[in-house]
């Protein structure tokens, strides 16, 4: 017997199929353990030596592998063919040997397979090595960084801006990369510029011809700036008579996109399918452990031979012939050192259309544009007849040419499969998609119209995460693998948030940028990154000792953090106001000093550093307490409008003044001007500039009374609190699921939902739970309730942690998490043995720690696997 160690439970019950009874396979649900979430877990002054912890979840797994190992005649180590799978199977090993639960005479393998197939498992089985020590270097390279950049710079954001929550070293290059596009975004100046258009018609058919010459020199899109300009070319042309002077038919072809890498498929993914990076991987992930798509980290654009081989056969039985070029297409990856995968993302059987899999909607779709994908990149190009027709307008004197340009398809190839790409934001239309009638030289057609039209220049669009990725890509940081979780780290700390689809700088996120940039510019350089990642693949590629780089780089670092560390937080002011003058101190209309307080009159404004975050207050302070959200000055409010005193009208009840104000915690209503006067924040969603006196004196109003509970008899009240709304009945509170009902909610559904809680409740029905996976031992729920979301299997009940989106839960994480809280001692799996449980409770209790997820690096275990871990851990 042998036994195999894989990453999830799912590949592990398909691999057991395929390898049969001599062989037990075994899953350790990602990496077993992980850096302690800790200052000392790397030390810099033992040559990097790293403490390792296992997680409490993953003793189990360590245990179940030890046990079978007894008897067992080897050891065959199958994780992803990838440097994270790598590294766990070397983690595996060394707790094994440490624990010495592996003999010294029995042998241990190092299998990898691109597909989760028959034949791809046994063929990896007949051509085992050893762990690969470069790429498990690679590894320990990156975490060391990882966690040296975070633990030194974190702290040094903690004292010098409070309120910022970490920095990381692929992290704060992203986020840099998100502001500098809002700074260009502040900085553009729009520029006036008119456009000129004919609509011809020649046999009948109308088409569209641009100004592109007067008088001999051609006519760039900016080249007339008004709209006089303009209206004296219009009737110049009005004026002309028309005849085609030239016609240009170029034959071209276009030629298919690669198949899918990491980044591109979470690229087209978000563009064609409206799919996060993050939820693009959890489902390509689903796909790769059900054994309908190869492995989906990967830089490389090649596929297999059996692969190609494939593509080919079912193109010519879906497609015909005419489909199929004479060779095949060979691609060439142009990123360094490609990734370890060594295969492009395919379907494993490409004979399976989507429409006749039985997968859930987000999955099917996913499948169906790697399979199409995958079918074009193999696919006969699209061959079309670019058109370019020149028509002069005769008009005495003058010499007035028009442009017209068109495309016919005249054989779609690959497109009739895959299509174009999708248009960016800010893309223009583009003239060559427009069809033209036939129109040969000496035509002379009429002219129907003259339009002029008005249009501003405009600024770069924000990044999408679909822009972003495939900009970090083309500047070469960070790793694909870690596109998705590096996105994800900047939302979860409020560094960047998503409009749409667009990526927004949060103020607590430029604060940070700006400050990188003013004390650590050389960590936050793109060439200083994207040459580390280059080492870091030498690293892999076994040409450079991973010591030597931390060595190198910690000197540098080191020195860096030592300059600034008596830095003074007023040098950290100046700095933050020169460099965010621009988003913080917007010119004003009238030409006056932005930075003036206008409440005091002499004082000046400046960014102020809170418990909470950074503000704008005056330097008066504190016989000026004018203060002002960095939102209010960004958004081009004025300062006198941001300082509040708005005066909403008068309370019938007291005849008090209610005010609209500005804090440093956002906008608030108060009623008149007392020593301590009642004050209201407002709910999230309320827009100051649509307030009205009612809504304001409903705020005012909280706590409500709702009435007297019918069997205690004491009152029930409504408020807005920390969480949101709520129902109170002796000293217990229940969440109301909208702020409006804190004004409405009657004595019924208030003793309703306060009977809810008492019983446990707001758990989540099945038909109400956020996602339900199918699983050998029932079905597993993820739901939100009473104390946040969890995952539950029959009755048992898991926390899901913090650091964890609900609806982002894979099953994998959902298993462990369940496996944790049993082992803990909760759920009713552990109810049976009642005399063995009696004897182990001294030993639970010295183990449960309360909970085991709740410890930074036990959170990372329940993870599938931290995607190459960048920044993860601060």
Request: hydrophobic share 40%; proline share 6%.
């Amino acid at each position: 017997m042998k036994v195999v160690v894989v990453e999830s439970p799912a590949k592990a019950k398909t691999i057991n199929k395929y390898l049969g009874k001599d062989y037990e396979v075994l899953a350790s649900f990602g990496h077993i353990r992980d850096l302690p979430a800790k200052d000392g877990s790397v030390r810099p002054d033992e040559d990097f030596a790293m403490s390792w912890e296992v997680d409490t979840a993953a003793k189990k797994r360590v245990a179940d592998i030890a046990a079978a190992l007894k008897g067992a005649d080897g050891l065959i180590l199958a994780t992803d063919p990838d440097r994270e799978g790598e590294a766990i199977s070397w983690h595996i090993l060394d707790v094994l040997r440490a624990k010495k639960a592996l003999k010294k005479d029995v042998p241990v393998q190092r299998v990898v397979f691109n597909a989760i197939t028959k034949d791809a498992v046994t063929a990896a089985m007949a051509k085992p090595r050893d762990i690969d020590m470069p790429l498990v270097d690679a590894y320990l390279a990156r975490r060391a960084l990882d966690y040296l950049v975070g633990f030194t710079l974190s702290p040094i954001l903690w004292r010098k801006l409070p309120g910022s929550r970490s920095a990381g070293r692929v992290q704060s290059v992203a986020l840099r990369l998100v502001s500098e596009r809002e700074a260009e975004i502040e900085r553009f100046k729009p520029d006036e510029y008119w456009s000129v258009e004919a609509q011809l018609a020649q046999g009948g058919k109308s088409f569209l011809a641009r100004l592109f010459s007067v008088d001999g020199k051609k006519t760039d899109k900016l080249d007339i700036k008004t709209g006089d300009d303009a209206a004296a070319l219009k009737k110049l042309i009005e004026a002309g008579q028309f005849n085609v002077s030239n016609v240009e038919k170029k034959p071209t072809k276009r030629n298919p996109y690669a198949p899918f890498t990491t980044s591109s498929l979470q690229q087209d993914a978000s563009s064609r399918l409206g799919l996060s990076p993050n939820r693009t991987m959890q489902i390509a992930q689903r796909l790769y452990e059900d054994g309908l798509i190869t492995y989906m980290r990967t830089d490389a654009v090649q596929m297999a031979p059996e692969g190609i081989a494939m593509a080919r056969s079912v193109i010519g039985k879906y497609f015909g012939a005419e489909y199929l070029p004479e060779k095949a297409r060979i691609y060439q990856t142009k990123a360094k050192n490609a990734q370890e995968a060594h295969e492009a993302i395919r379907p494993t059987d490409m004979f399976k259309r989507p429409e006749q899999l039985s997968l859930d909607a987000d999955q099917q779709k996913l499948y169906g544009l790697i399979w199409k994908r995958t079918l074009a990149s193999q696919m006969a190009s699209a061959e079309i007849d670019r058109t370019t027709v020149d028509i002069a307008v005769n008009v005495p004197g003058r010499a007035v040419s028009l442009r017209a340009t068109g495309s016919v398809v005249t054989f779609p190839g690959f497109l009739t499969l895959y299509g174009v790409e999708a248009k960016t934001d800010g893309e223009e239309d583009d003239e060559d998609g427009r069809e033209l009638p036939p129109l040969k030289v000496g035509d002379k057609p009429d002219l129907k119209k003259v339009e002029i039209e008005q249009h501003f220049t405009q600024p770069p669009a924000r990044y999408s995460e679909a822009s972003l990725i495939k900009k970090m890509e083309e500047l070469g940081i960070g790793r694909p693998s870690t596109y998705a979780a590096t996105l994800t780290t900047l939302k979860d700390r409020n560094y960047v948030k998503l409009e749409g689809k667009a990526l927004h700088p949060e103020d607590r996120g430029r604060i940070v940028t700006s400050f990188l940039e003013s004390f650590f510019a050389r960590y936050v350089e793109y060439g200083f990154t994207a040459h580390l990642e280059e080492q870091l693949d030498q690293v892999s590629a076994g040409e450079l000792d991973y010591k030597v780089l931390l060595r190198d780089f910690w000197k540098d670092f080191t020195a860096a953090t030592e300059e600034i560390k008596d830095l003074r937080v007023s040098e950290v002011l100046d700095a933050l106001n020169d460099m965010l003058a621009d988003h913080i101190f917007p010119a004003k209309a009238d030409g006056s000093d932005p930075r003036k307080c206008p409440t005091c009159g002499t004082g000046t404004l400046s960014l102020k550093l809170g418990k909470f975050g950074a503000f704008i207050g005056c330097s008066n302070y504190p016989e000026c307490k004018h203060t002002m959200q960095l939102s209010d000055a960004a958004t081009g409010q004025s300062s006198e409008a941001a300082a509040g005193d708005g005066v909403l009208g008068t309370d019938p009840d007291t005849g008090e003044e209610v005010h609209l104000k500005s804090g440093r915690f956002g906008p608030y209503v108060q009623l008149g001007e007392g020593k301590e006067p009642k004050r209201s924040s407002l709910p999230k969603g309320w827009e100051p500039a649509s307030l009205t006196l009612e809504k304001a004196l409903q705020l005012l109003s909280l706590p409500r009374e709702v009435g007297l509970h019918p069997e205690t008899g004491l009152p029930i009240s409504a408020g807005l609190g920390r969480y949101g709304p709520f129902v109170l009945h002796d000293g217990k509170y229940a969440n109301l699921p909208d702020v409006e009902e804190v004004f409405t909610v009657g004595l019924n559904r208030a003793v309703d939902l306060i009977a809810q809680k008492a019983a446990g409740g707001f758990q989540r029905t099945s038909a109400s739970a956020i996602k339900t996976f199918e699983h050998d031992g029932g079905p597993i729920k993820i739901a939100v309730g009473r104390f946040g979301p969890y995952a539950n299997q029959g009755k048992v009940f898991a926390n899901i942690p913090k650091d964890i989106k609900p609806e982002d839960v894979t099953l994998e994480q959902a298993i462990a998490l369940i496996a944790a809280k049993i082992e803990a001692g909760g759920g009713k799996k552990k109810a049976p043995a009642k005399k063995a449980a009696a004897k182990k409770a001294p030993a639970k209790a010295a183990t449960a720690k309360k909970p085991a997820a709740n410890k930074p690096a036990a959170k990372k275990a329940t993870t599938k696997k931290p995607a190459d871990s960048e920044d993860v851990p601060f």
